[in-house]
Each structure stands twice: as C-alpha cells, then as structure tokens.
C-alpha cells in the first residue's frame, strides 16, 4: 500500500506565501506524474498543477505566475510554492501521484487526505 502525507497548509494574509509538501510512503517502485488539486467551498476539485519525472510542469492559468510545483525523487515528495495568494486561492489542497509498486506494475492514483489553506485578512 501508498500513503500520501500533505502538510503546510494554514491561515495566511493576502499577498502572503505558504509552501505545502506531500510525502509519499510505503510500496514504491516509482512515481510518475505528481499533481496537486483544490476543492473550494461549493467548487468541483480542480487541478492545480502537475509535475513528470522528467520535472515537466504545468499549471493552471489561475496559478500561473504565482505558484511553483517542484520535487525531490530520492525523497518521494511534491513540494507546492505559493506566492501572492489571493482570498480565491482558499481551498482543500490534495496531492495526488501516480505509482507503481514493481517493474511490471502498472501506475496507480493514490490521493493524500488534504490540507487546508485559507487567505483572510
């Protein structure tokens, strides 16, 4: 089994900055593409950004400028950098990876449990 851990989400002022990280742990063989996603109040959960082995990244237009997606392989983590964030960027945020548990297995999704990020003044 795949664990996903988010953490360093809080309460922080418009303009501010948050770093959230997301470790995975338990049968990994390799991971593929790691996401990040947010769910607002009464919105569908969205994607946010993403990031390939190879560090591809993409990213909502929404963020686009202002957030940065980034991991560390030897340490099976996804790492979100947000900057000049804005009362609309208050959400759950999920992390979500592809892995595989073995050379000839196949990638699977695993979701973390989230963390919460909130921009108030």
């Known amino acids: 089994q795949v664990q996903l851990v988010e953490s360093g989400g809080g309460l922080v002022q418009p303009g501010g900055s948050l770093r959230l990280s997301c470790a995975a742990s338990?049968?990994?063989?390799?991971?593929?593409?790691m996401k990040w996603y947010r769910q607002g109040p009464g919105n569908q959960r969205e994607l946010v950004a993403d990031?390939?082995?190879?560090?591809?990244?993409n990213y909502a237009d929404s963020v686009k400028g202002r957030f940065t997606i980034s991991r560390n392989n030897a340490k099976n983590t996804v790492y979100l950098q947000m900057n000049s964030l804005k009362p609309e960027d208050t959400a759950v945020y999920y992390c979500n990876a592809d892995v595989s548990s073995g050379w000839d297995r196949e990638y699977i999704g695993y979701w973390g449990q989230g963390t919460q990020v909130t921009v108030s003044s």
């Open positions: 338990g049968n990994i063989y390799s991971i593929d593409t």
């Open positions: 990031i390939t082995r190879l560090d591809t990244t």
